[in-house]
Structure formats: structure tokens, C-alpha cells
């Protein structure tokens, strides 16, 4: 029987296949946080990961931002290079890892200058395959700032990773900001067509900026979205993806309600807040705002060898 994410002990997460993921976060109803952590910056606090520091404050699902497949890196872990890299993570943590990956496109001009990546960090297939090959639980098809990113390219990168190896990971789709698009930007980022395309290539969670984080989506708008998102049975992920992740403790508590309200069943909290990661109590303020003190500190105190 599959557990909620919330109640889940590092034994379970290593048994977990793609559809009990899935199901466990749908079982939590609303509950569970992602921290998104830039591996390639130094720990905040020297000794001590950041990967470990944002699961100590409560994250779910640790999303590795910057990870590049042919250079595995995240400072701060005993093993902090190559291929054991992921599973390193686990060990440390007990939680399920994600990874962003970016489908590019050169047909656009962009606003910025526009920021090369290195092609280890590109939506390939191939990168997708050394990613679960890695133990990548979840791949974020998304894009940084300056990057060119779009929807079209996302719709063509689902469907390919879908096809190919559907089975072997859940796969997320969708842009917290512009990503450098002057078209895609604001409320004009995601609508109901893009939505239906990421889920007809084959997308399991759809992502969209939480409300009040890009200009003009509001509570009510992402709602329309995130009903949308749910007629087709996917889940629903807000992002915050625009450095609000460092803001006062009332903004972070806005969003996270608002984002409840709005239907999401998953919840991001970006990486700039500090250096690489959050403000680290703003991820135990979202978690309380969503599901409370007792569920917070359960899974702050949780141990790994559980």
C-alpha cells in the first residue's frame, strides 16, 4: 500500500516506482514542498550541504537546479562529484530527488543576452537516460533566466522522454518565468492550450508560477489553470521562481495559502533566496502554512535510518 509522501520513511522512497510517486504526493492533497537547491554554490553553512540543510527545514522532494548530467556536482557531500551523486543525496536525506533540465530554443530572440548552458543541463534524451541511470526520481522540463526556453520546445522534449523511457520517470513540464521569452512572460506564461499539449506529449505534473509571483496571475486565474490541470488527472505544481523565496515571512505565507487555495498539489520554493537555496526557515514557514506544525516537524525529525 503506498504511503503519503508525508508519512514516508527513506526505506519506502527507495521501493517507490513512477505511478506510486505519483500517487503518494496525490495522497497528501495539497501537502507536499519542493526545495529547489543550485548544487554548484558552496553550502551556506561550510560543513553541512545544502541539500541537507533545506530537508532539515522540511522540503519533500530536493529539485537540483544547474545539475549537469556529464558533470555531476553538488557541493558539500561527502561524495560531492560523478554519478553517485544522486544516490549520495538518499543516503543523506531519504528523499526523493529531482533535477531540471532545459529545452532550449535558438529560433527566439531574446529580451537578454542569452545564456549558454552547458549540454549537460539540455533536454536531450540522452541526459534524461544518464539522469535515471543516476537514480533521478522526477525531471523538470523548465528554464533559468536568459535561457530561451519555451513552450514549444517543452511540448517536443515531453513527448520524445515520454516515448522513450515514459515508464522510468515522472516528468514535469512548465515555466516559472519568461525564461528570456519576450511572447511567454507574465500571464501570458501558461493558459489552457499549453497546458493540454504538455499533458497530451505526456507530462505528470504540470508546473505554473504560483499566484502573485509573475504579474497578473492571480489566485483566481491559477485556479482556472490548476481546474484545468486536474480534469485530465495530473498534478498541479506552483513555483516560486522569482527570487521571492527570500522575501518576509508574510509574502511567504501569502503564497503558500494562496497557492493552497488555488488548488496546487505540490509546492516549489525556489533557490535564490540565499546563497543557492532558500531563506532556510521560509521553507519551514510554507510547510506550516500548508499542513501545519505537527506535520512540519514530523518530517524535519524524521530520521534517515528509518
Known amino acids: 500500500m503506498v504511503k503519503r509522501i508525508l508519512d514516508l520513511d527513506t526505506s519506502d522512497m527507495y521501493k517507490l516506482s ?6 503518494s504526493i496525490k495522497l497528501a492533497e495539497g501537502r507536499t514542498i519542493v526545495s529547489e537547491v543550485l548544487g554548484i554554490y558552496p553550502p551556506l553553512y561550510g560543513d553541512v550541504s545544502n541539500v541537507e540543510l533545506v530537508c532539515a527545514f522540511g522540503a519533500d522532494i530536493i529539485l537540483l537546479n544547474y545539475y549537469d548530467v556529464n558533470n555531476p556536482h553538488v557541493f558539500g557531500l561527502p561524495i560531492d562529484r560523478g ?9 543523506l536525506t531519504g528523499r526523493l530527488v529531482a533535477i531540471n533540465l532545459e529545452p532550449v530554443d535558438l529560433n527566439i530572440e531574446l529580451i537578454e543576452k542569452r545564456e549558454k548552458l552547458a549540454s549537460g543541463r539540455l533536454a536531450t534524451l540522452e541526459n534524461v537516460k544518464k539522469a535515471i541511470k543516476h537514480g533521478v526520481d522526477i525531471i523538470v522540463l523548465t528554464g533559468n533566466p536568459k535561457t530561451g526556453v519555451t513552450n514549444r520546445e517543452i511540448v517536443k522534449a515531453v513527448a520524445e522522454i515520454k516515448k522513450a523511457v515514459g515508464n522510468e520517470i515522472v516528468i514535469t513540464a512548465g515555466k516559472m518565468h519568461g525564461a528570456g521569452s519576450e511572447n511567454e512572460s507574465g500571464g501570458g506564461i501558461i493558459n489552457e492550450e499549453i497546458i493540454e499539449d504538455f499533458i497530451k506529449a505526456g507530462s505528470d ?6 499566484p502573485g509571483t509573475v504579474p497578473g496571475l492571480t489566485v483566481e486565474r491559477a485556479r482556472e489553470l ?6 485530465f488527472g495530473v498534478l498541479a505544481m506552483t513555483a516560486i521562481g522569482t527570487s521571492q523565496e527570500g522575501s518576509d515571512e508574510n509574502t511567504i505565507r501569502t503564497i503558500a495559502l494562496n497557492s493552497k487555495m488555488a488548488g496546487a498539489d505540490m509546492h516549489h520554493i525556489g533557490d535564490a533566496g540565499v546563497t543557492g537555496v532558500a531563506v532556510p526557515e521560509n521553507i519551514m514557514i510554507y510547510s506550516i502554512a500548508i499542513r501545519g506544525k505537527r506535520h512540519t516537524y514530523r518530517r524535519m525529525a524524521r530520521s534517515v535510518n528509518r
Open 18 to 23: 513512477k505511478s506510486e510517486i505519483i500517487k
Open 83 to 91: 554519478e553517485k551523486v544522486i544516490s549520495e543525496i538518499k543516503r
Open 205 to 210: 505534473i504540470i508546473l505554473l508560477p504560483a
Open 226 to 231: 490548476i481546474d484545468a490541470i486536474h480534469k
